[in-house]
């Protein structure tokens, strides 16, 4: 493709194309042919080049095949919006500034490239997007790793920290607990499945009275719980419908006393 086989028309609208790397070869040349001699081109370009590195950010990536037929099917079937409806013309006012038919193509050409360049780096954009959302997950699952290490250090650390050995149902279990830190984790290695339907639940015995604790299904288990252990005599074991229960179902599986 040359100059010849388009009208002035046609190749001044070839601009945003050429902008986004978007032309075929021989109509690449035809327009870098055309823009030695022609002084409007070059200051669009100019511009287009402002918009372009604004939409891009710092995103590199390849046009993909459908932006030229896209672009140019949008060039020549773009009409321009009705204008506000009014009731009466107002004779006072201000005439309208007159836009001139080159002005109208370079304000289209703009629409034009913006539309083309996000096209362009929407994938790198998203690609972009995706890899901040995993960093931010990935920042939060380390934060609340570092959280439960220290946590587990304080236990660790406590003066007062006691260990009970616990066997259920023929598994060796431990129960860490700090009256001190107010803390108590539970830990056990292949619990046996409690049943389909039921979790096992542990209890705090503040006295003769069962206070129902967090629940849990089996297997390697690490869970601390979550109310007053600094008042409760023992922490005992039992099995529950799932979801947990208020008050416990015999038998006990387990005890400690704390």
């Known amino acids: 493709m040359n100059e010849h086989s388009h009208n002035s028309g046609d190749i001044h609208e070839l601009a945003p194309l050429y902008a986004v790397d978007a032309l075929e070869p021989a109509e690449r040349d035809a327009f870098e042919q055309h823009l030695a001699d022609c002084p409007r081109c070059r200051a669009e370009l100019a511009e287009y080049a402002e918009v372009t590195a604004d939409l891009a950010a710092g995103t590199d990536s390849t046009p993909p095949p459908a932006l030229r037929a896209s672009v140019l099917s949008a060039v020549h079937g773009t009409r321009p919006l009705p204008g506000p409806r009014t009731e009466q013309p107002d004779l006072q006012a201000e005439p309208a500034a007159v836009v001139s038919l080159d002005e109208r193509r370079r304000r289209r050409g703009r629409r034009l490239l913006a539309a083309a360049a996000a096209a362009v780096l929407l994938p790198g954009i998203a690609v972009a997007g995706w890899t901040l959302g995993a960093q931010s997950e990935q920042r939060q699952q380390e934060q609340q790793a570092a959280q439960e290490q220290d946590r587990e250090n304080r236990l660790l650390a406590a003066p007062d920290v006691a260990t009970h050995r616990v066997d259920v149902n023929g598994n060796p279990a431990t129960l860490l607990v700090s009256r001190e830190e107010d803390a ?45 252990v600094a008042r409760a005599g023992a922490v005992a074991l039992t099995v529950e419908p799932a979801g947990g229960s208020s008050t416990p179902t015999f038998p006990i599986v387990a005890v400690a006393e704390i």
């Open 184 to 228: 108590a984790l539970f830990v056990a290695d292949a619990l046996p499945d409690p049943g389909e339907g039921q979790e096992y639940q542990l209890w705090l015995l503040e006295g003769e009275t069962p206070v129902p604790d967090t629940h849990f299904a089996g297997g390697d288990v690490s869970i601390w719980l979550s109310g007053d």
